[in-house]
Structure formats: C-alpha cells, structure tokens
C-alpha cells in the first residue's frame, strides 16, 4: 500500500439521515485515533445548492435549500466533535453527484466513511446507490456503516485472508486499526466455496483432506508472517476452515468491531469493480465494513 500522510483527512459523507449522523461518530473516533482531520461532506445538484436557478424555482427556494445542507453538515459535525473530543472537523458543502464528489476526495484521504442508506431510502432493497458506487470506485479504503451498526468496542476486528494483493492489503489495514484500537484480529482465510454433488459424496471422502488443511494452514501463516512483525502487540488468531468465505466472515463478524476484506480477491473476474465476497457484505455485514483495494 501507499505509505500513508498525516495529512490525509477522513471523510465522512453525510445526507440530513440518522445514518449518516452514526457515520459521523464513527469516522471522528477514526479520525481522532490517528491524529487526523475529519472532513464532514455533503454534495448534492441543482436545484439544492446551484446557482442560478431556473425561473420556475421560487424565489428563496436555492437558499432554503443550502440552509437546510449546512445544517446537515453542522449536526453531523457536532455528533462527531462530541464522539470525539478533540478532533479536528472540518464541515463543507459541495455542488455535485455525491458518490462522484465523493469518489473525488478520496483521492487524498486515508478513508471514505460513508452510511449504507440515508435520505433517498433504499436502492437494490438493502444498500443505497453512493455506497455502493464509492465502494467500487474509491481510491482508498471505504467503511460502510450499515444501518447503525457501529461495531462492539470490546469485540475483535475480523480481516478475510486470501493470498490477493488486495487482500494483504486488507491485512495491513487490519492490523493497523487493531493496533491502534488496543483490540485483537481474528485473520480468517476459507479454502473451498464448492458445493459437493450428492452423488460425488464418496470420491470426495477419500480425497486428503488434511493435506490440502495444512497447506492451507500455511499460507495463512506465511501471509500474516510480515505484518505480525510490524504489528506485534496485536493479539492474532488463525482461523482456516473449508466453507464459504461470505458464511463463515458472517459468522466471524457477529460482536466485531470491525471486518475488512479486499475488494476483489484470487478468484475475481479481471475487471470487476468488486468481489462477489466484498459485494455480497456491503448487504448483510453485521459491524462496520471496510473494504480495502490494492
């Protein structure tokens, strides 16, 4: 990964909902934890914020609306400013598609921190449209928090090892917040999604199971090795299990603080903005996500 500035702020997108008010919180705390500005972002198009405005909006009409942004921004700010004392916030109000704007920012900043739905309801039944659109085009690591689900403080951050670059990745920025966070991580790495036929069910039981385990075991190993070294204090369990990575980061993920994962892994489609498995949690992750491309 790119070595990382102190400059580099944390932004956070906000849209007037409950949700993004928790978004807040979360990204001051992040913020605050690594000495960072937080920058509190809200974009929206004509007729909210831009100028002129056409002769069929009423007169007032373009004010009342930038009115009713800043507040937004102002109430957001405050709920991170009292989440974390201390912390540098910065409030703005941009003229833009707001997924594009906030792909644009993410350019230089450490993380996008952004709601799983907000004002516009829900897009695809569960996620909302700029969540989903930051996660696949930002340039830097996107946490989506879902529907106030803002993490267990005392529960561990669950990373999902592959081997992918995008997935060590993943690994460094695990480890990084667990560092900071005094918390343990749970490195989780799944070696076989495939369904047996029913009718495979024996040829399969003669296969060498713990073989194909233990080398598995070892990849794992030799994936954290590094980062362990760099990261000592971090108290690190291993787990290896032959299932789907989606069920099993669920299962893992129940009381985390945090789960993070790449954003496509060894099996991705070239091309793909996102993995089927980082895709697939943007939908039903029970904590904070963060995902993390290479």
């Not at 912390?87 to 707001?98: C, D, Y």
């Not at 709601?115 to 690591?141: K, N, Y």
């Not at 090892?161 to 799944?190: N, Q």
């Amino acid at each position: 990964m790119v070595p990382l500035s102190t400059e580099s702020p944390v932004i956070v997108g906000v849209d007037g909902s409950p949700h993004a008010v928790d978004a807040a919180r979360w990204a001051g705390d992040e913020a605050r934890s690594q000495d960072r500005a937080l920058h509190v972002v809200h974009a929206s198009v004509w007729p909210m914020v831009s100028h002129p405005a056409p002769p069929t909006v009423p007169d007032g009409h373009r004010q009342a609306m930038l009115d009713l942004a800043r507040r937004w921004v102002r109430e957001a700010g405050n709920a991170a400013r009292a989440a974390a004392p201390g912390v540098e916030v910065v409030e703005r109000v941009v003229v833009g598609e707001p997924a594009a704007v906030l792909i644009g920012e993410s350019r230089h900043a450490r993380e996008v921190v952004v709601a799983s739905r907000g004002l516009d309801g829900p897009v695809a039944d569960l996620l909302g449209s700029t969540a989903l659109r930051v996660a696949q085009h930002a340039g830097c690591p996107v946490v989506v928090i879902r529907n106030s689900a803002v993490g267990d403080a005392g529960g561990p951050v669950v990373v999902g090892v592959d081997g992918s670059a995008s997935s060590d990745a993943a690994v460094e920025f695990a480890l990084e917040y667990a560092a900071r966070c005094g918390t343990p991580l749970v490195a989780l790495h799944t070696w076989s999604d495939v369904r047996i036929p029913e009718q495979e069910t024996t040829a399969w039981r003669t296969f060498d199971w713990a073989t194909v385990a233990a080398e598995q075991e070892q990849l794992l190993a030799e994936r954290l090795a590094g980062w362990q070294d760099k990261y000592p204090d971090v108290e690190v369990h291993r787990i290896v299990a032959r299932d789907r990575p989606v069920r099993r980061l669920l299962e893992a993920a129940t009381g985390a603080r945090l789960l993070v994962v790449g954003s496509r892994g060894r099996g991705g489609v070239r091309g793909m903005l996102l993995g089927s498995t980082s895709q697939s949690l943007l939908y039903v992750a029970p904590c904070p996500l963060a995902i993390v491309r290479h």
